[in-house]
């Protein structure tokens, strides 16, 4: 079994930052990729980012491009979601999750996911 556990979620205001952390503890994740989802209330789960472990490549939603950065530490299994230019709209219970492929993570379908995190953007 893999944990991933987010923190760093939390209230902040319009136009501010706010760094998501994801701990990944249990196995390798050197051939994973890892990524971030959010769900707002009475909304369906949506793709933020991803990152694979191994090689550092990035992906980003249309939503998160130019405003949101995904980051891995692999000596700490930790992978990071830098948000800035926040706006009421991405408030939303944040999640990580990993997954051996993109497209099955990217489709919602990831083996692995965390708890979540809620980030409140007030306006």
């Known amino acids: 079994q893999v944990q991933l556990v987010e923190s760093g979620g939390g209230l902040v205001q319009a136009g501010g930052s706010l760094r998501l952390s994801c701990a990944a503890s249990?196995?390798?994740?050197?051939?994973?990729?890892m990524g971030w989802f959010r769900q707002a209330p009475g909304k369906e789960r949506e793709f933020v980012a991803a990152i694979r472990w191994n090689s550092g490549t990035t992906y980003y939603a249309d939503a998160a491009k130019g405003r949101f950065t995904i980051s891995r530490d692999n000596t700490k299994n930790t992978v990071y979601l830098q948000m800035s230019s926040l706006e009421p709209e991405d408030t939303a219970v944040y999640y990580c999750?990993?997954?051996?492929?993109?497209?099955?993570?990217?489709?919602?379908?990831?083996?692995?996911w965390g708890q979540g995190t809620p980030v409140t953007v007030s306006s």
């Open positions: 999750a990993a997954d051996l492929s993109l497209e099955r993570l990217r489709a919602r379908l990831a083996t692995y």
């Open positions: 249990g196995r390798t994740f050197v051939a994973y990729v």
